[in-house]
Structures are given as C-alpha cells and as structure tokens.
C-alpha cells in the first residue's frame, strides 16, 4: 500500500499505517488471508458515520439558520448518501487502495458505490483516530461539504424517492413498485441490491445494507433515466 500517495490524498502525514490499511479492508479480503492480522472496515466504519452525522449536522445549522429542522434533515440526508459519499471516494481514488476478494475484485468491488461509500466513513473514522475531530471538520467541509450550496440552490436534496414517484407520476401516471433483486451476506450484515420498475420495466437498482437505503439509491439512478424521457 503506498501510503505516501495516501498522505498526499488525505493531506495529512500517516501515523499509524495499520489503522490506515484496516480503513481500506474490505470484509470480502479476510475471507482469502486467514493469515491477515487486521480485521475489517467495519468498526471505523461505525464510529466514522458517527462522527460524520455530527460534522454535517453542525455544518447544515450553522450555514443555514433560517431553515427549518425538515430541511436541514434532507440536506444532510443528501449529503451523507450512499451515492454522495461513494462519488468523493471515487474522487479521491480510494478503490485504488482497497484490499478486496478475489470474488469482489473481478465483479468491479473497487468502483461499487456501497463499498466505496463505507470506505470513505471508515477512512473518517482513522482520522478522527490519528488527528482528531478538527481535522475531521475541514476534511469533510473540503472533501464533501464543499457540494452542499449546489446542492440546495438545484433542490437536488429532495428525498429520491418522492421525487421520483412525483414526476414519474406527472409524466407517465405511473407509480413506481420496488423490487428486491439479490441480497447476500450474514444477518447483521445483510447487503440488498433492489431494482425499481414502472410497469415492468427497470428504471434503476441500487445497493445498501438495508432496504430503504438500496431503494433510495434505485430511485436516485432511475430520476436521471425520468428526466432524459
């Protein structure tokens, strides 16, 4: 793993290299290297969504104090999603990093959305390790809030699946029915992949760890498939 390149994605001098490559473990590459000492993503994962929820809720309250609870609630609905996160992990080239299965790698592991997205919590999560949550905050407010103007001024924050609904209704008088295609995984660890369909036909699938957010990921590809008709 070249971690010079890392520090330089990160802008921050690496520590501790085996927090930085847990980060980048994919729970698929434990499977293949009993032999492998790390574990997991997993655990920075949970504590980098923790710390996520509360950098983006200060950012949203302090950025806009006239807007209400609801809004703030869907601007940071939006920004935090599985698709938002996995876009500036993409960005930043952190598939490049990931030690995945064999399995995962030859089915394009490295450019999914899901996995790429708990990368990037689980990457927040070593940093508030190694630094802390100052370091965090300009993180995410250069990494990721950075899109958040945008993003209300477009009103590209409406919960996916009511926007979708709403104009597949307007335009075609259809509403849409949701689909469990796939799911794989251990019970706590359940992954879904679920297609989203008007009148049989696929508009959009989408991938989570549960079904509400594998449906908003379905409805968010579908809306640019809508808007094209």
Request: with cysteine; aromatic share 10%; glycine share 6%.
């Amino acid at each position: 793993m070249d971690f010079n390149k890392i520090s330089e994605t990160l802008k921050v001098t690496v520590k501790d290299e085996r927090l930085i490559t847990t980060a980048f473990t994919h729970r698929s590459y434990l499977n293949e290297h009993p032999e492998y000492e790390n574990p997991s993503n997993e655990r920075l994962e949970f504590l980098g969504d923790a710390v996520l929820q509360l950098l983006s809720s200060q950012f949203l309250y302090e950025k806009y104090p006239n807007h209400p609870e609801g809004d703030l609630t869907n601007f940071r609905a939006a920004i935090v999603c599985t698709q938002s996160l996995a876009q500036e992990a993409k960005r930043l080239g952190f598939g490049e990093f990931l030690l995945l299965s064999h399995g995962e790698e030859s089915t394009g592991g490295r450019e999914r959305e899901y996995i790429l997205a708990n990368t990037f919590e689980a990457i927040l999560g070593a940093l508030f390790i190694e630094e802390d949550m100052e370091f965090c905050k300009k993180f995410t407010e250069e990494e990721l809030f950075y899109k958040v103007e945008e993003m209300v001024e477009n009103e590209s924050y409406k919960d996916a699946k009511s926007l979708f609904q709403e104009i597949a209704q307007e335009k075609m008088g259809i509403t849409p029915a949701y689909k469990v295609l796939d799911s794989w995984g251990l019970d706590h660890e359940k992954v879904f992949k679920i297609g989203v369909f008007l009148e049989g036909e696929e508009y959009g699938t989408g991938e989570g760890r549960s079904k509400q957010k594998a449906e908003q990921e379905a409805a968010e590809k579908a809306l640019d498939k809508l808007k094209a008709l």
